[in-house]
């Protein structure tokens, strides 16, 4: 599988919810980063965890790391129809998962 | 402050047709990154420059694919014969320091190539 890899592909919700997706990982890493597409525009970067950080948040975002397990997750809380978009984890070797495509209806 | 721009935003091309595109890094950014995003896959390092130098290429595809950076500033990444295969969303990044431990990325819009 894929290094990074993201679940679910796919997620769609209702406004007001909360959205949690899934990142695997293979090698070791220094720190995890997470981005954020929206149709038809570039890369976003949304938060980096290091390696020796559990949980970080910022904003509506939660992020969490897992190094025993190699995963990571992020929490997107009280989604809005703004939050439609694809998001990725990085790894530092820059390595792309291949993203969860996140539908967030009004 | 600008950001990462991208010319062309969208190239329609035919196979065997030769296309450039060209990124403007955030002025002061000596690294300059090329990644791409083939159609329903994960989003791929192309290439890596420091200044007008190629830091890293190791992930260009083949040798249909031209990467320059004259001067250190905006860089074209040319693909001549075009391929079926090339279509995708070609994604440029700038960053003000190397490497990707703890350094942000800041991402173009990205040029969406479609090769017939």
């Known amino acids: 599988s894929q290094q990074g890899e993201e679940d679910p592909q796919a997620l769609s919700i209702q406004e007001g919810e909360n959205a949690t997706m899934n990142c695997s990982y293979k090698?070791?890493?220094?720190?995890l980063q997470w981005y954020r597409q929206n149709s038809g525009r570039g890369l976003v970067h949304l938060i980096l965890?290091?390696?020796?950080?559990r949980e970080k948040h910022s904003g509506r975002l939660r992020v969490t790391l897992d190094t025993s397990k190699k995963s990571s997750s992020l929490l997107i809380t009280a989604s809005r129809a703004a939050d439609t978009a694809s998001y990725f984890c990085?790894?530092?070797?820059?390595?792309f998962g291949a993203g969860t495509r996140l539908t967030v209806k009004p | 402050e600008a950001g990462v721009t991208q010319f062309p935003s969208h190239s329609v091309i035919e196979k065997g047709q030769t296309v450039t595109l060209r990124c403007d890094p955030i002025s002061g950014h000596d690294n300059l990154y090329w990644y791409r995003r083939v159609m329903g896959k994960e989003i791929k390092f192309l290439l890596h420059f420091v200044k007008e130098s190629k830091q890293d290429e190791s992930g260009m595809p083949n040798n249909r694919f031209l990467a320059e950076r004259t001067g250190g500033t905006y860089s074209t990444l040319k693909v001549q014969p075009a391929e079926l295969e090339d279509s995708g969303v070609y994604f440029c990044?700038?960053?003000?320091?190397?490497?990707?431990?703890?350094?942000?990325?800041?991402f173009g819009p990205g040029t969406r190539l479609t090769v017939l």
């Open positions: 990044a700038s960053s003000l320091r190397a490497g990707w431990v703890y350094n942000e990325q800041f």
């Open positions: 990085v790894d530092n070797d820059m390595r």
């Open positions: 965890i290091r390696s020796n950080e």
């Open positions: 090698t070791s890493i220094n720190n």
